[in-house]
Nanobody
Framework: EVQLVESGGGLVQAGGSLRLSCAAS????????IGWFRQAPGKEREGVSC????????YYADSVKGRFTISSDNAKNTVYLQMNSLKPEDTAVYYC??????????????????WGQGTQVTVSS
């Protein structure tokens, strides 16, 4: 079974940077997608970014384009989310999620089967 462990959250001032990591294990197939989602207090969970293992294709929500970068280190089975120019509205619990055995760019949380425990990101103004 796929297991995901996030790390790297914390408190940062507006304009600062953080890098989140998602250590993944247990995939049964070579092709999978890993996504980052976030949920702020009182708000619905939203998709932030995702990456395909098959060809490295990426997706970004409009709210983070140009500021966040998703990448993967296949040797370490880890996906990173580099977050720059952080804003107070980026404050949320960030989750990584995965779907095994797919080459599809999946952007809806309802399409994901496996979830990490989440890591808190707080951006102060």
């Amino acid at each position: 079974e796929v297991q995901l462990v996030e790390s790297g959250g914390g408190l940062v001032q507006a304009g600062g940077s953080l890098r989140l990591s998602c250590a993944a294990s247990g995939f049964s197939f070579d092709d999978y997608v890993i996504g980052w989602f976030r949920q702020a207090p009182g708000k619905e969970r939203e998709g932030v970014s995702c990456i395909l293992s098959s060809d490295g294709s990426t997706y970004y929500a409009d709210s983070v384009k140009g500021r966040f970068t998703i990448s993967s280190d296949n040797a370490k089975n880890t996906v990173y989310l580099q977050m720059n120019s952080l804003k107070p509205e980026d404050t949320a619990v960030y989750y990584c999620a995965a779907v095994d055995g797919t080459i599809a760019m999946l952007t809806s949380e309802y399409e994901y089967d496996y979830w990490g425990q989440g890591t808190q990101v707080t951006v102060s103004s």
